[in-house]
């Protein structure tokens, strides 16, 4: 892979996932600490953010696999993205919030998708080369992770305050990771006009969605396609609590919050830096382990992290320890979840496939995800126990779904002998 391919992939990977990991993680203590938003408000919330993801296939997958340039419209969708997104640092009204957070789904959300599919487009050898573009993605979301922890607490930590009153002065500092998003979404919007070409197919039949769900109706893509819905829903957990349980909870040592500030976002990064290690290990190990493999250890580390979470509340150590298993969480079952898709696809529907995953695990995972997580945070009250138990056990059910329905190495290569035939 020519070295200026794979700086300007990696920077565009950089840039896409900074963009999400600045607001992401702190949502949820936001609008519950500052704007007095319910659990299940801000189910709402997490749920419009994603709603982007269920048009992305019919409406950003058909454009850049038929019509309009990958690149080109990656530009436009993040300069109209960060645009939006700066207004919620300041809208403080339920509506208003759920409105602005729904549009820039509808523009944002799609982005994940065809980044992979801009990357798939151009990399060489795909087992060889994704993870080390991809991970610079992981890298983004750790850089913005610990700037806003440091932000957080220089900035937003006045002195004088301390215990609650000083958290709460550091949870309405939070409205600036949208704005720092913003920078960044225009930032990416301008450097997608300077990405390789990758121009839209004109083969194959018209509506390239349409023949992208007759490849996903056949093995393994059936049982993977089922399964992400409960996974997204289990990720999503992670991503509606954490942020806000590691800054109600933990008590680590200084030298931690020196590194990641405060606030539980910077902390979060630990799991962005093993996400590091895994993505760079998967090229080595993907030739010799079966996709199934891959899929059960992420779903094993699901179930392990929530249990840490759920019953080792005491030991920093532990819920440290539960936050680095994001990292096999991640990378072996989203990230080889995207390869299986990529691989399992024809190339001129490959777009609109990607997007199509997108819509169940960025989409209609997370929507769900979202509601359940605000349901359960209610019914729990802060019960964290009781909490972290709901997507410990369906990791455990999902995993053994895989076992018993997702076909082995062996068979997956006869479905394709079969199919070539």
């Known amino acids: 892979m020519a070295g200026g391919l794979k700086a300007k992939l990696s920077a565009m990977m950089f840039l896409q996932y900074a963009i999400w990991g600045a607001w992401l993680p702190f949502l949820w203590s936001f609008l519950s600490d500052f704007r007095n938003m319910s659990g299940d408000q801000i189910g709402y919330m997490f749920a419009a953010g994603a709603a982007g993801a269920i048009f992305g296939p019919f409406i950003a997958g058909q454009i850049a696999d038929r019509y309009f340039a990958t690149e080109k419209f990656l530009g436009i969708s993040h300069l109209i993205g960060a645009v939006l997104i700066w207004q919620l640092a300041t809208i403080d009204t339920f509506y208003g919030f759920l409105i602005f957070s729904l549009v820039y789904g509808v523009v944002y959300s799609p982005t994940l998708a ?58 309405a ?172 696809t024809s190339s001129d529907v490959r777009a609109s496939a990607q997007n199509l995953y997108n819509l169940v695990i960025v989409g209609i995972g997370i929507i769900v995800g979202s509601k359940v997580a605000g349901w359960v945070a209610d019914w729990a009250k802060e019960d964290y126990q009781k909490l972290f138990s709901v997507p410990m056990w369906a990791a455990l059910v999902c995993l053994a779904l895989l076992i018993v329905f997702y076909p082995s190495k062996k068979r997956v290569a006869a479905l394709h002998a079969a199919r070539a035939s």
């Open 114 to 171: 065809l980044t992979n599919s801009l990357a798939f487009h151009h990399l060489p050898d795909r087992d060889r080369d994704f993870g080390k573009v991809r991970l610079w993605g992981t890298f983004g979301w750790i850089v913005v992770g610990i700037a806003m922890g440091h932000w957080l607490a220089g900035a937003h930590s006045p002195e004088g305050l301390e215990g609650e009153a000083l958290r709460l002065a550091q949870v």
């Open 173 to 344: 500092g939070k409205a600036d990771a949208f704005k720092l998003s913003a920078v960044l979404g225009g930032v990416m919007g301008l450097f997608c006009f300077a990405l390789p070409h990758t121009p839209p197919s004109k083969s194959g039949e018209k509506n390239a969605t349409f023949e992208a769900m007759k490849e996903v109706r056949l093995q393994p893509l059936l049982t993977l396609f089922l399964l992400a819905v409960p996974v997204s829903c289990i990720h999503q957990f992670y991503f509606v609590h954490t942020e806000a349980f590691l800054h109600k909870t933990l008590v680590a040592p200084a030298f931690f919050e020196t590194v990641f500030g405060v606030g539980g976002g910077g902390f979060m990064t630990i799991g962005q830096m093993t996400e590091v290690a895994v993505l760079g290990l998967i090229p080595l190990v993907a030739s010799r382990l079966s996709r199934k493999t891959l899929l059960g250890i992420g779903l094993v580390a699901y179930a392990a992290r929530m249990a840490l979470f759920a019953f080792a509340q005491d030991s920093s150590a532990a819920l440290l320890l539960g936050v680095a298993l994001h990292g096999l969480c991640f990378g072996c079952f989203i990230f080889v979840s995207f390869m299986v898709v990529d691989e399992e």
